[in-house]
């Protein structure tokens, strides 16, 4: 019985921490997006030639 219960505690441990890797990987790319738009916007400030 302890085996058992140790074998789905560690399955949920595993889907836990690749669901939390995927997440934070997923808000990563949201910060790098939202960074490069503020440059680009910065950017396009500075030179009012830009189209």
């Given at each position: 019985?302890?085996?058992?219960?140790?074998?789905?505690?560690?399955?949920a441990?595993?889907?836990?921490?690749?669901?939390?890797?995927?997440?934070?990987?997923?808000?990563?790319?949201?910060?790098?997006?939202?960074?490069?738009?503020?440059?680009?916007?910065?950017?396009e400030?500075?030179?009012?030639?830009?189209?």
């Amino acid at each position: 019985m302890l085996t058992i219960i140790t074998f789905i505690i560690t399955v949920a441990i595993v889907f836990l921490l690749n669901y939390l890797n995927e997440k934070i990987a997923s808000q990563k790319l949201k910060d790098y997006y939202n960074l490069a738009k503020q440059i680009v916007m910065a950017i396009e400030q500075l030179n009012s030639e830009l189209p």
